[in-house]
């Protein structure tokens, strides 16, 4: 798959942002044509590194990961990840996938440089993650497991509501209503959906900043 080896190694690596974007678009739609090796070869590597020192090579690794994920889910297979047993993928790799976005909050990778872009970024994978129904309980054990998750990529995305940046509040936006599907439509839908839009109407209605009234 020469294209698609293209793609990974050279255009997601870009200096120019929008080539990243579209080059992982791209490795969505081309990824699909060959499962497997987007499985066993583009992810792991592309999760290798999604934490590098580097903006763009971190950057093409988070996008190209999230389109990844997509390219992973059967047609249709997409939906209620709480409902779901199977994931688009299992094991190691499947942790690896779910805590992503922990380790880049870990790693404080939001701040300084390309701080922006990278919230973005992981707001489009937490995106892709919930589309292709991945399960959350392929995370760590009991001390961190669906809940936990759960609830740190909840507060991220609700964090990323605030910022002053337009294209990140428009990208929190697209996520949270994929995540909420996916994550919080479970056996008690209402409850956390009763919490989530509570918060969020009271961000709206007394919040002294206007960033994150736009945002809720």
């Known amino acids: 798959p020469a294209l698609l080896e293209h793609l990974l190694r050279v255009k997601l690596a870009h200096w120019e942002r929008s080539t990243r974007e579209l080059a992982a678009r791209a490795l969505g739609v081309v990824g699909k044509r060959d499962r497997d090796w987007t499985r066993t070869t583009a992810l792991p590597f592309l999760l290798d590194r999604a934490l590098s020192p580097a903006l763009e090579t971190r950057h093409g ?36 996938v779910v805590t992503l976005v922990r380790d880049v909050e870990k790693a404080r990778l939001y701040r300084g440089k390309g701080g922006e872009t990278m919230r973005a970024a992981t707001c489009r994978f937490v995106e892709c993650l919930a589309m292709s129904g991945q399960p959350l309980d392929r995370g760590p054990g009991p001390a961190t497991g669906p809940k936990s998750l759960r609830s ?15 294209d ?40 002294p900043n206007p960033a994150a009234r736009r945002g809720a």
């Open 61 to 96: 690794a988070v996008v190209g990961a999230a389109e990844a994920l997509l390219a992973l889910t059967p047609e249709g297979g997409s939906g209620n990840a709480e409902r779901r047993s199977d994931g688009v993928v299992d094991g190691a790799l499947a942790e690896r």
């Open 152 to 166: 740190a990529i909840l507060a991220s995305m609700e964090e990323s509501l605030r910022h002053p940046s337009s």
């Open 168 to 207: 990140v509040r428009d990208a929190a936006t697209s996520a949270l209503g994929a995540f909420a599907e996916a994550y919080m439509c479970g056996s008690s839908p209402e409850k956390g959906a009763e919490r989530l839009v509570a918060t969020l109407a009271a961000t709206a209605e007394g919040d």
